[in-house]
């Protein structure tokens, strides 16, 4: 893994302060998705990206947002908000309400927005994975210069599809990166305990795949290796697999109660002295970046925006029943009735 | 009109919708340089080439996820499953994906993917190759199935598919690629799904059936005729929709019903079928809704085990026999 080499950092205090802006974002709307979850006003799955912003902000932000085509597993909040969803219409689908990304069908799990460029939202680990593949497929079908970002968990670069999927993208030279969010735990089981060689970025060698394991959470590191990683494969039209090594602060979901099951106190303590957003925090501070009033004003002002995304998605209404039997087909209802 | 084969419809079918529209490919094991399994796609390669005919690994999860994706890019690929058996392999990316992405995402992403390919026993394939499927997948909402049992409606019915914006399901009985038939001359010759076909009229009994079993029900229907029985024989064509009315509306003339097919008699869609008509048309019925599928076992490798799983006329006019 290549070093953090802040040195060599050209990002102007503005882009710093977005990149700020943004992870904490991302942050404070997540512990607001917890939140209303406690409360009752969140059901079924949800998953958090609580210590994981960079892989969104870093990468999302080196793409051609809304041009590019981006897919990814089920803790997609991140990226749908960094791609720029209307966030109102985000959290109005974790909450179920019509007016949702999904019209209340998908649920936080199954975020989509084409117009953006985002293409979900898969709940079956892996299962995207060709899929990702043949949207990348479509854009060398039409020899358009799109690439394709296809996020996986380390728990699905074990699924068999995925390795199917290698072969075929490192076959056909499709442009695809596919990123492994590695947060080290597949739900509540350590890499340790689920891959015989944990250095997943290897998966991709065999299929003649440009493959290596980069930083992910030093968020102007991540972004350095993205900008570099997207160029090459647009440039190439060629495949690449990247590892990102990151850290999942929140249990899998938000029903996951006892993380001592897998992990200790002190694992997480060691962890957070990496937690993006403290690590920006220590840059801004180190540079001289802002005072330690704007930072704070920042966050309340974030806090703010977070809780009235909330209210704004809350005061929206659920589906009407009839909506049930709408979008099973294109053209026609299914068979109505019990 | 022109005289035709299935297969040969079929592959007919394919190269005009081609011809039509640069967004449909071809996409499966072996239907390329090889020519293709049961030679449904045969010459293809040398007139598209590699672009628009992709031989893929033998890998069907990830040939259906494939296309899965490239159809909610826009485009309109045709996958071929060697067998229909080999969709097992599938399944997740055509019922965990396919059925559902559209649902998913609030009606915002369309996923126009055909999967066709042979459906059923052809002749000492065994028990891994000779599974009748369509079952399952009319089963489950978000796709259409089809399963048509004339050169014309293969026609017909594929290109349907191949324009229609949801995923379908083409099965396709090995038994039939070789059947004689025509087909009109009209590359937009379409068939609608949800279009039963009255395959044969009749006032005394109704045989309803889909893909080869139509055969094996007219078959049936001669020996009956010669008894002083005319049946009527229902070509369902499409599962999912079903066209359920013209069924109920044979039944209503005709009082008695026997659901024929090749699949495993126990849970199979025509179970769906009788049921409704059992449900829908209880007062119309002379006697219970009778039913003849396929024997409950594997299928057996040799040939008289093998024709004993399958239907065939004389089980057709046993089961008219039983009604009375």
């Not at chain 1, 597949?186 to 440009?210: C, N, Q, S």
């Not at chain 2, 017909?156 to 090995?174: C, H, K, M, Q, Y």
């Not at chain 2, 013209?246 to 659901?259: D, E, G, M, P």
């Not at chain 2, 004993?308 to 089961?319: E, T, W």
Request: charged share 25%.
């Amino acid at each position: 893994m290549a070093k953090p080499a802040h040195k060599d950092l050209i990002a102007s205090p503005a882009e710093v302060e977005q990149d700020y802006r943004d992870m904490l974002f991302l942050r404070h709307f997540e512990e607001k998705c917890n939140a209303a979850y406690r409360a009752g006003k969140v059901g079924g799955y949800l998953h958090v990206y609580i210590g994981m912003e960079p892989l969104a902000v870093g990468w999302l932000g080196c793409i051609k947002k809304g041009y590019d085509r981006v897919i990814a597993p089920y803790r997609i909040h991140g990226h749908a908000l960094t791609l720029g969803s209307d966030p109102v219409k985000v959290m109005a689908e974790i909450m179920g309400r019509a007016a949702g990304l999904s019209h209340g069908k998908g649920g936080s799990m199954h975020l989509y927005d084409v117009e953006k460029g985002f293409y979900g939202g898969w709940g079956i680990v892996g299962g995207h994975t060709p899929i990702a593949a043949g949207l990348a497929f479509a854009d060398k079908y039409r020899n358009e210069d799109r690439i394709t970002l296809c996020y996986l968990g380390d728990g699905a670069a074990n699924a068999g599809v995925f390795f199917e999927t290698l072969n075929m993208v490192g076959l056909w030279d499709l442009p695809i990166i596919f990123l492994i969010e590695n947060n080290l735990f597949a739900m509540g089981t350590r890499i340790e305990y689920h891959a015989a060689d944990t250095e997943l970025w290897k998966r991709g060698v065999p299929f003649g795949i440009h493959s290596e394991r980069v930083d992910g959470m030093d968020v102007f590191q991540v972004k350095r290796d993205a900008q570099r990683i997207i160029d090459r494969v647009r440039r190439q039209q060629k495949p690449a697999l990247v590892e990102v090594m990151t850290y999942r602060f929140a249990g899998h979901g938000a029903a996951d109660n006892d993380q001592s099951l897998y992990r200790t106190p002190k694992e997480v303590e060691e962890a957070r002295r990496r937690d993006p957003i403290a690590l920006i925090e220590g840059f801004i501070r180190e540079h001289n970046l802002m005072t330690q009033e704007k930072m704070e004003a920042i966050d309340a002002e974030i806090v703010e925006r977070v809780e009235d995304i909330y209210h704004q998605a809350d005061a929206l209404p659920f589906p009407e029943p009839g909506e049930v039997y709408e979008h099973v087909y294109t053209d026609m209802l299914p068979e109505e009735g019990h | 009109m022109a005289a035709t084969i299935y297969r040969d419809a079929l592959r007919q079918c394919l190269i005009e919708e081609m011809e039509r529209d640069d967004d449909v490919f071809l996409i499966g094991e072996d239907i390329g340089r090889y020519q293709g399994t049961f030679r449904v796609t045969a010459g293809l390669f040398d007139q598209f080439g590699e672009r628009r005919v992709v031989d893929t690994p033998i890998t069907e999860p990830a040939i259906v996820g494939l296309a899965n994706g490239a159809a909610m890019a826009g485009l309109r690929p045709v996958v071929e499953m060697m067998t229909m058996s080999f969709s097992i392999l599938a399944l997740d990316q055509i019922i965990n994906h396919a059925a559902k992405i559209h649902y998913m995402t609030g009606g915002e992403i369309k996923v126009p993917i055909v999967i066709r390919g042979p459906g059923g026993a052809a002749n000492q394939l065994s028990a891994q190759h000779s599974q009748s499927l369509e079952g399952w997948y009319a089963h489950c909402p978000g796709l259409k199935v089809v399963a048509p049992a004339t050169p014309a409606c293969a026609y017909g019915l594929l290109r349907s598919a191949i324009r229609d914006d949801n995923p379908v399901i083409f099965t396709e009985n090995p038994g039939l690629y070789g059947l004689k038939g025509e087909i009109p001359d009209d590359k937009d010759f379409t068939i609608p799904f949800g279009s039963a076909r009255i395959a044969r009229e009749g006032k005394d009994v109704t045989l309803i059936a889909y893909s080869r079993m139509v055969h094996v029900c007219l078959a049936a229907a001669q020996t009956l005729a010669g008894e002083g029985v005319e049946a009527e024989v229902v070509d369902v064509r499409s599962l999912l929709p079903l066209d359920t009315e013209t069924i109920l509306a044979s039944v209503r003339k005709t009082h008695r019903a026997v659901v024929v097919y090749e699949d495993w008699r126990s849970g199979a869609f025509g179970a769906e079928i009788a049921a409704r008509v059992g449900e829908l048309c209880f007062d119309d019925l002379d006697a219970p809704v009778g039913r003849v599928g396929g024997l409950n076992v594997p299928m057996p490798y040799t040939r008289p085990l093998e024709l004993l799983c399958i239907p065939n006329d004389h089980d057709v006019v046993d089961a008219v026999h039983r009604l009375n």
